[in-house]
């Protein structure tokens, strides 16, 4: 299904994008696994996270919604069931990568398996930590791609390990491990990556403490075998998905939208303080804790963008959101540097290379390397559009450049708009609530 965006004179209203993804899929692992009953609300009813709730219930969990929320019964932690079926994670590698780690550590055999998309990504990443504490990999395709197969020895051994690559998915498999690991299970990351599991363990009960030194190196320690008790847990709306009407109302002139109850974890909120230094009008109100997470609601207004140097060390806190900054770049004065992204390349798709090559189709000029993108802006969007992109199984790039449709001189479009399901479902009506012309 492919879609097209054009030119608008401004988006307006109030908006409340979906929960968050990441806290979405850790609520149901948890839930799943913890005595007795998990209340969730505002989960995210997307594909990625029902597919991770289908895989819940493959090994044991018991869940089901009533009313506005899901109540989920767990197994109680060391007692998951072997799944009778493959695991089909479809685009999502959070779910696949965490519930590796999850399920890994059992003494039984877990296949899991996933769309064309998650079968071109790298599991290494996973599967080396969890060898080392004793897992078996029965099966595995050319050049650490899915199908896999794990099986987990009699007792997993508790490691140290410490994370080689920046990502929240490498941390959180091997703690999610150690949770069926007797003895302390220990992860090392040089610097913060969201720390979502770390939270929600402790908010259900695992015995677990962070170091933070003053590097800003984390060691987390996780006491195995321990009991986890059901929780409520509220999920607040995913930054992610705000990040896409939050540039469209900034690079729309005669926008201003309300988006409310955004997650304002520090570890997420690195696209907010580039877009405010970019001079993005963006106005943080309602601030307060609800369920261990900052939230807050923002308004956005339309604005006068100035290209800027993204620093390296800032990737993490907004890894996500490359594919859209990028966009907000193409209509800034000047030219904006994204530095330290090399692991934008081993997303849904190659996002360095799908959101160059989206750029350039559409006329705008940028330059891209290794682990780098320069792309220098025309403030008034005069000559942009008029490219379809293809957006490669990549939710991203789908909502990504339909943005850019909204305020460049040409329409644009994607040739695949229903991947975006896996992370906004009703991404085209909200938008489209707001003014804009998505069809
Ligand atoms: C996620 C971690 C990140 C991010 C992904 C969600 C998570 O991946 O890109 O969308 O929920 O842990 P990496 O761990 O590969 O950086």
Redesign the pocket.
């Given at each position: 299904m492919s879609l097209t965006s054009r030119k608008l004179h401004g988006l307006n209203g109030d908006c409340t994008v979906p929960g968050d993804?990441?806290i979405s899929?850790r609520a149901l692992m948890l839930g799943g696994l913890a005595s007795g009953k998990t209340r969730i609300t505002g989960l995210l009813e997307a594909e990625d996270v029902l597919n991770t709730l289908k895989a819940m219930q493959a090994v044991g969990a018991q869940a089901e919604k009533q009313g506005e929320e899901w109540h989920l019964v767990g197994t109680g932690n060391g007692v998951l069931l072997a799944p009778e079926n493959d695991l089909d994670f479809g685009n999502s590698?959070?779910g696949c990568r965490?519930c590796m780690g999850l399920f890994g550590a059992y003494d039984f055999p877990t296949r899991f398996i996933g769309d064309a998309s998650l079968s071109s990504r790298p599991m290494e990443r996973i599967l080396a930590p969890l060898k080392r504490m004793g897992v078996q990999v029965d099966e595995m395709q050319e050049g650490d791609r899915l199908p896999i197969t794990l099986r987990g020895p009699w007792q997993t051994a508790p490691i140290e390990y410490r994370v080689p690559v920046?990502?929240?998915?490498?941390k959180?498999a091997v703690l999610l491990a150690g949770l069926n690991t007797p003895g302390i299970t220990r992860v090392i990351e040089p610097h913060l990556?969201?720390d979502?599991t770390e939270k929600m363990l402790a908010g259900f009960g695992a015995e677990i403490g962070v170091e933070t030194g003053k590097s800003g190196e984390r060691r987390i320690s996780l006491v195995g075998q321990g009991k986890l008790t059901g929780q409520d847990v509220i999920v607040p709306a995913d930054p992610?998905s705000a990040a896409f009407p939050m540039v469209a109302a900034l690079i729309v002139p005669e926008s201003e939208i309300t988006l409310k109850n955004i997650l304002l974890n520090p570890a997420r909120t690195g696209l907010i303080t580039t877009l405010l230094e970019m001079g993005g009008n963006i106005e943080i109100s309602n601030q307060r804790n609800s369920g261990g997470e900052e939230i807050g609601d923002l308004v956005v207004s339309s604005s006068e963008l100035k290209g800027i140097e993204v620093p390296a060390e800032r990737a993490a806190s907004m890894?996500?959101e490359f594919p859209v900054l990028s966009v907000a770049a193409a209509f800034a004065d000047g030219k904006t540097m994204m530095k330290g992204i090399g692991?934008l390349r081993v997303?849904e798709s190659d996002r360095l290379d799908a959101v160059a090559r989206g750029l350039e189709i559409n006329g705008v000029e940028c330059r891209d390397g290794n682990d780098w993108l320069e792309v220098t802006g025309r403030p008034d969007g005069k000559g942009i559009g008029g490219g379809r992109v293809a957006t490669q199984l990549d939710h991203r790039i789908a909502m990504s450049f339909l943005v850019m449709g909204m305020a460049s001189e040409k329409p644009a479009s994607v040739d695949d708009g229903s991947i975006i399901n896996t992370s906004f479902p009703g991404f085209t009506e909200l938008m489209n609530g707001l003014g804009a012309e998505i069809g």
């Open positions: 993804k990441s899929h590698g959070t965490l920046p990502s929240a998915q490498v959180s990556t969201r979502h992610s890894i996500d692991e997303k």
